[in-house]
């Protein structure tokens, strides 16, 4: 592809920049067009073209002949005499125009459209051929304005042609705007929920690809704004597109359209190339050993901070969360009733909170990354040392919250004295805590975005990691500054004494549910432990509190004794190190007939055109868990046999390189990740949130 991307740029001659000569304008508050003439004087029987060249006023944009999900094309009307015949418009490449959830087609700053015009061989010489055009398109920023034009004019004819010198460079900027001939074969074939497309041919690189999408001539085909997952291999390049939404019917004859290629060029630049493309229905064989290559993003980088921000907000519905969240609706309300400056300055520590952990996260992320190992969303829970000691700071909270000790001795009493404990400090704990649970669980748009942040540059990575930061903390931080929420708050009181220490009890649940991953990743041999560690953790917290409560020699006591405690778990958390059985996989509790991944096993299952089911989950994994309870239930088990699909599941618990390189190919940096592979096509995704019914469905198309 880099051979073919080099050779179509050097055969395109540079233009110049003077204007041509225009034969009419039409030009309204956002566009500026010119309609121009490729010869000054027709000749009957020589076939000619009209251009019109739009200038599009910046950050607005107009539309591709297929709009996609929103907008409509640019549209011409001509009025011409009998004998000359004005024919279809030759259309400019389009670009993606993304207006989250819906993804648009269209035209930035400049589009060039040409037509053909005939006249034709008996018409008079000499006599003038007099156009009218009627022009309309609709132009969108935030919002979109309908505007249109008319003009008239008229060409003079002759027996000879005469060129219009002036046009030829625009002339030819139209031909370069236009998608070249693709020199690709391409094949599609449609299973009921995805459109396959495979490009024959040689020269596409994974590892120089940095994204592939194909815009379709007729509306309905696709999902436009659905992720296009992209595979290449040494015959070809393969694009899986989830079909349109709508009730549209499967795609018959033909498809037509355009391929859209981006390279890197070096230096971290890149190149784009339009393909014009004509599909024919055919068989496409499923992936094999050769299931390697890229997954194409369609997400620009707004899009991806976008997403990431409705997946921040999302979060806070997690089970994982509610905990925390619980805790600091306790402190939102002691200062509820404060004022509007000192409730912001919490919601403010808060946000802080949040995002300070969420870019300690990005920066681990990127460095790991950037050094070439492979790590994904929760990567850290696949460190024991890192599980033990969350799982010990949750024991921490909750004993803090059951009273055997107090991170702010001034706060004393009930009702008035909770209004003080913590402060902006503990506001900003607060926040630091939640983001720290909220690893384990993976929401709806957080995956896609997440997914987008392996292919983007680190300052990239780093603003999506931030705005999901941001909508976890969004409501709280708009909570603090809403008028009239003390109005509605309920006055501080013992009420709120008796639901901190109930509040204990999630966070000792939350600490357990830790040791047995902590078992998982570190052998049964380190739950005993683990428990000692646990334990201890208590032992410091209970002497520390009655250190508090303590004067001289008595307070000496109680500090030099949690202190002791707290180098014993240290000391005891240095023996955890990773244990992985002989088989690695662990499918312990999976329902129905059940095998564990390994990429040999999904290829032989695929060269064999086995249709299969692949679970990727891990034991920290909250979203996975809930799953497998919801949807992978009897009805499940009944589809997989009645279908005859092979059921892999995949332990992310530990880090394992195969399924992070699986991860990757679908274009996710975590857990959960379910993927359906029929018999013949390419997989098809689920989402990351799943239901019996979804999936049974899916399971019903192999």
């Known amino acids: 592809m880099k051979r073919l991307l080099a050779l179509l740029l050097a055969l395109a001659p540079g233009f110049a920049s003077a204007a041509p000569d225009t034969l009419a304008r039409v030009d309204t508050e956002f566009v500026k067009a010119g309609i121009v003439g490729e010869d000054a004087v027709l000749a009957p029987g020589k076939p000619s073209r009209i251009a019109l060249a739009m200038d599009i006023q910046s950050g607005w944009h107009t539309y591709w002949k297929n709009s996609g999900d929103s907008g409509q094309a640019v549209e011409i009307t001509w009025t011409a005499p009998e004998g000359v015949e004005i024919g279809e418009i030759s259309w400019p490449a389009p670009h993606r125009q993304p207006f989250p959830p819906m993804m648009n087609y269209g035209y930035s700053d400049r589009a060039v459209f040409t037509m053909p015009v005939n006249v034709a061989e008996d018409w008079p010489a000499g ?109 070809g390049l393969t694009l899986v597109i989830p079909k349109s939404t709508e009730e549209e019917p499967a795609p018959e004859g033909t498809i037509q359209g355009v391929l859209e290629l981006v390279e ?92 300070t952990l969420f870019v300690v996260l990005a920066g681990v992320l990127i460095a790991l990354k950037q050094a070439g ?99 976890l903390a969004a409501p709280f931080l708009l909570l603090s500054v809403l008028p009239g929420v003390a109005s509605r708050m309920p006055k501080p009181g013992m009420w709120m004494v008796r639901l901190k220490e109930l509040l204990a009890f999630p966070m000792y649940a939350s600490a357990a549910w ?56 240290i000391m005891l958390c240095l023996q955890f190190s990773v244990v992985q059985s002989s088989d690695k996989i662990s499918i312990a509790g999976h329902a129905g007939p059940v095998e564990p991944f390994t990429s040999a096993r999904l290829d032989a299952l695929i060269a064999e055109k086995e249709p299969v089911f692949i679970n990727m989950t891990a034991d ?52 959960p990740l379910y993927a359906v592979f029929p018999r013949e096509g390419e997989p098809v995704l689920l989402p990351q949130i799943l239901t019996s019914d979804r999936i049974v469905e899916a399971l019903g198309k192999v």
């Open 127 to 235: 006599k003038p051929v007099d156009l009218k055009a009627e022009v309309y398109w609709l132009v969108c920023e935030m919002v979109c304005i309908p505007e249109q034009g008319e003009a008239s004019f008229s060409i003079p004819t002759d027996d000879v042609a005469a060129l219009n010198d002036s046009a030829v460079p625009l002339f030819q900027e139209a031909v370069e705007m236009r998608a070249a001939v693709s020199p690709f074969e391409a094949r599609y074939e449609y299973d009921g929920t995805n459109l396959s497309i495979r490009f024959d041919g040689e020269g596409f690189d994974a590892d120089t690809l940095k994204d592939a999408y194909f815009y379709p001539s007729e509306w309905g085909l696709i999902d436009h704004a659905a992720t296009q997952v992209a595979t290449t291999d040494p015959r």
């Open 264 to 355: 890197l060029t070096g230096g971290g630049e890149t190149a784009t190339l339009s393909l014009a493309v004509m599909s024919e229905p055919g068989s496409i064989a499923g992936a094999s050993a050769g299931f390697s290559g890229i997954a194409a993003s369609t997400l620009s980088l707004p899009v991806a901070i976008l997403f990431a921000f409705i997946g921040g907000l999302i979060l806070n519905l997690m089970p994982c969360v509610f905990p925390v969240l619980a805790l600091k609706a306790i402190g939102f309300a002691a200062t509820a009733h404060e004022s509007t400056r000192k409730r912001l300055s919490h919601g403010i520590a808060y946000t802080l909170g949040v995002l």
């Open 373 to 471: 190992a492979a790590v994904g969303w929760g990567f850290q829970l696949q460190n024991p040392l890192i599980v033990a000691a969350l799982a010990y700071l949750l024991l921490l909270v909750g004993l803090n919250l059951s009273g055997v000790f107090n991170v702010n001795t001034s706060a004393v009493g009930a009702g008035e004295g909770m209004a003080s404990s913590g402060g902006v400090k503990g506001a900003y704990f607060t926040g630091a805590l939640a983001a720290i649970v909220a690893t384990p669980c993976t929401a709806p748009f957080m995956a896609t975005a997440l997914g987008a942040a392996l292919t983007m540059s680190a300052p990239a990575t780093m603003a999506i990691f931030v705005a999901l930061g941001l909508g």
């Open 514 to 569: 830790l040791l047995t991953v902590l078992g998982t990743l570190a052998g049964p041999g380190s739950m005993l432990i683990a428990l000692i560690g646990a334990v201890l953790v208590g032992l410091a917290a209970w002497a520390f509190g009655a250190a508090q409560q303590s004067g001289g020699r008595g307070k000496l006591l109680g500090y030099g004794t949690s202190a002791a405690a707290v180098v014993a778990v």
């Open 620 to 671: 920290w994994c909250i979203t996975c868990k809930v799953n497998e309870k919801v949807a992978f239930g009897e009805d499940f088990q009944a589809a997989l046999k009645k279908n005859g699909i092979t059921y892999l599941v995949g332990d992310w618990t530990a880090r394992d390189p195969e399924i992070t390189d699986l991860l990757q190919k679908f274009g996710r940096l975590g857990v």
